[in-house]
């Protein structure tokens, strides 16, 4: 398959979870993607963790949190400045987008008053896959409630109208990848630390 039927195939995959209209999920599909809401639940955990962890748990929860934090600076300023791929607001009219704590209908005036954001990768998937990865690599099937959550974070921003599916994909496995290295480093510092 050359590049321009994978990206024609990816913008009819977007339109098609993009259309798929559900009031509820014209409700819950913004909280998911707001991570301001993910923090409510993370924090009382990490807090939690760091009070009753060994000493060992507490340097990786460390060490996942540098991951996630690493993760969000490499693609949002290395990785997406190289491929400048533009947001599907930007290109495609008729489309549902959330912004501004509302849902707007794309149109060129639309388009024109919101050009200059880039979309691959995206950066909500990277983030919350490479968590994934490194508590995957580190606990095993425990992983597979952050893999849950990543799922229907990248769903989210395909419906809420900023992320074609390759952005999301792309954002997924670079982030499984990335998690992975920085559960081993993580685990190599904890060796370090630990024969001190």
């Known amino acids: 398959m050359d590049l321009s039927a994978l990206l024609k195939a990816d913008a009819v995959l977007f339109q ?8 509820a999920l014209d409700i819950v599909m913004p909280v998911l993607s707001d991570f301001s809401s993910l923090l409510c639940f993370l924090a009382p955990f990490l807090v939690w963790r760091f009070w009753k962890g060994s000493s060992r748990e507490r340097l990786l929860w460390c060490a996942a949190i540098i991951a996630v934090l690493l993760s969000d600076l490499l693609c949002a300023r290395c990785l997406k400045p190289v491929l400048g791929r533009p947001r599907p ?8 987008v959330f912004k501004g704590d509302r849902w707007l209908v794309t149109a060129p005036a639309f388009r024109a008053a919101h ?6 990768p995206s950066c909500h998937a990277m983030n919350l896959w490479t968590a994934a990865g490194f508590v995957t690599a580190w606990q095993g099937w425990r992983g597979t409630g952050v893999m849950l959550l990543a799922l229907l974070v990248c769903w989210s921003r395909i419906y809420l109208g900023v992320h074609y599916p390759l952005d999301v994909a792309g954002g997924a496995v670079l982030g499984m990848i990335f998690g992975y290295i920085c559960y081993r480093l993580g685990e190599f510092m904890t060796r370090l630390v630990d024969a001190e």
């Open 89 to 96: 607001y930007e290109i495609l009219d008729g489309i549902h």
């Open 115 to 120: 050009a200059g954001t880039l979309s691959w």
């Open 16 to 23: 098609w979870i993009n259309q798929a209209r559900n009031p």
